[in-house]
DNA sequence: CGAATTTATTTTAAGCTTGAAATAACTGCC
DNA sequence: GGCAGTTATTTCAAGCTTAAAATAAATTCG
């Protein structure tokens, strides 16, 4: 149709013609359809295997690094996931004997979660296994492919942070 | 401790020094954070913007691309959620009046869902600003970091799904 | 046709997750 | 010291999510 004869002000022009996002819509549509199937898979074969959730496994992965132990807060944050969450977590792998708590030295408010001897080591084998899948599930990709997108995550997890931070700004 | 002295069969050995495979759970972890990072902020702005979730969201989405309809079952595939939770998210949303449901004129068992106009106007306007959010989070990207990234992220896809149905056969 | 299997959906129990409100303890500052 | 503001954690209500079992309808095939 021509539109030569049609003077639009700008407000309507960007009703009407919406600049064009929709390439950066199908990359995190893929981003997101990746992770999903990949972390559906991890969560079936970590209850096949080991009888655990992701959760639980992510929470001790995050213990297993740090030898004396987290405060809740630490964890909420490396995790990315609510305090709130995190209570109800640690209740459940206290109950099952993997982690110990205690309160902290030096801050009567933090309590300093750690995995006991039996947790370590129950994690310890899920987690040999678990890298073998991981690395089963990107067996098709180059040592390029990985270090390409390596450096591609990393630069769209910088450009997140950003547009998240300079929101609150 | 000199162990020159002690052989070890291929077993014990494959048990005390495995294959090394943190690079690709290195990969994994950041491609978890990214998508993490983004959901969490995308679902913190629809939220505060629309009063909506993230999944009650990406329900209105998929329906939005099927004018007639879907069976939950599809919608189940597609989403890549367990049917169970789709009975709660539509029963959700056709209490709030976004969504129509009518047994299948061809397989009795079937509902087809699909969006009322006001569940359709209401998504649109969504998407629109949505739309907009993804673009910003994905900025510092160039076309080609875009482009190649697209790529990777579908030989990745590529090489789960081999992985996953590879396992089932 | 009819039995066996598959497919579509719902139900249930358990656990996960969030955001908001409440409590308690710490920190900075006057 | 003590007030104001921040931080650590818990609690709560609501909703999300899954896996497994149950129900019902369709399909396959002998």
Redesign the pocket.
Known sequence: MDDRMIPLDAETKAVEMPEHHRDELRLWLRLLTCTTLIE?EV??RL?ESFDV?L??FDLMAQLDKAPDGM????L?RRM???????????D?LMASGHLDRRV?ST?????VVSLTEAGRAEFRAMAAEHEGWIAELFADLTPKDQKDLMRLLAKTKGSARRAIVGDAS
């Open positions: 559906g969560r079936r209850r959730t959760p639980r405060t809740l807060s630490d909420s990315m996931v609510s305090n709130g969450n995190l209570t109800g977590l640690v459940r902290s801050d009567r408010r933090a309590q």
